[in-house]
């Protein structure tokens, strides 16, 4: 799952909110097998990253969408050895002294 970089990031700042099934400009692309989408996803989530998502599903423009919600945690969460964070709108790896203070 490709989309597990940002979930630590949520997880190590504030929270966050990722939309599956929309495309490059906001749009509702829709999604196959949402059933299997909405046991996989949060399975997929606490296998790997051990913190458990809000995964809703959500219909836009009779499409369906789902909603992933990561709250802030209280201890440190990486992804593959590294640790993230939410920088803006971007995903960024803390490294050095601010991996240090982090810690």
Do not use: H, W
């Not at 909405?38 to 998502?53: A, F, H, Q, V, Y």
């Amino acid at each position: 799952m490709t989309v597990l970089k940002p979930f630590s990031a949520f997880a190590n700042s504030d929270d966050g909110v990722l939309i599956v099934g929309l495309d490059d400009q906001g749009e509702p692309s829709g999604l196959k097998n949402i059933k299997r989408l909405l046991e996989d996803i949060p399975n997929t989530i606490r296998n790997k990253l051990g913190i458990i998502p809000s995964v809703e599903p959500n219909k836009k423009n009779k499409k369906d969408t789902i909603k992933i919600t990561v709250a802030p945690c209280s201890v440190p969460i990486s992804y593959n050895g590294k640790y993230y964070i939410r920088s803006g709108s971007t995903v960024q790896e803390l490294q050095g002294k601010n991996l240090r203070i982090f810690l």
